[in-house]
């Protein structure tokens, strides 16, 4: 839906609209998490505004002070499962720009444990080596 999203016009005619105030709501949704996320790291309010897009998970920007789970996601044994995905990011597949723990929560007491890499890098990696119930954890410890 970002950055150009498309007319509601290009809809089913029952839902354009709705996924045109969807998508409104899942963003200022994201803003207002990544502001809690940024104040609960005890950075500026707007800090990780500027990490929107990345993918990467949160153990690896805020150096363990935040840890993510793998999805794994089980579906009933009875009826169908419909999941819908949403990614807050502005498309940075092809950045060359790197991510890594951020340097204002690094200290002597507190170094960096994990190395930087950019999305793209660790995009190709997670497609490239399927899904083996492992963590990606271990390609960034340093």
Not at 58 to 79: F, H, M, Q, T, W
């Amino acid at each position: 839906m970002a950055p150009n999203p498309p007319s509601p016009q290009e809809f089913p005619t029952p839902c354009g609209e709705v996924l045109m105030d969807y998508s409104k709501d899942v963003t200022k949704l994201g803003f207002s998490l990544l502001e809690l996320l940024s104040e609960g790291l005890g950075l500026n309010r707007s800090y990780l505004k500027d990490y929107m897009d990345c993918c990467l998970l949160s153990y690896l920007l805020s150096n363990d002070k935040y840890i993510s789970v793998e999805n794994r996601a089980i579906s009933n044994k009875v009826g169908s499962r419909m999941s819908v995905a949403c990614f807050f990011s502005e498309s940075p597949w092809q950045s060359s720009k790197l991510y890594g723990p951020i340097t204002e929560l690094l200290s002597e007491e507190n170094p960096p444990k994990y190395r930087s890499t950019t999305v793209k890098d660790h995009t190709s990696y997670l497609h490239n080596r399927g899904v083996d119930g492992t963590s990606a954890l271990s390609r960034y410890k340093i």
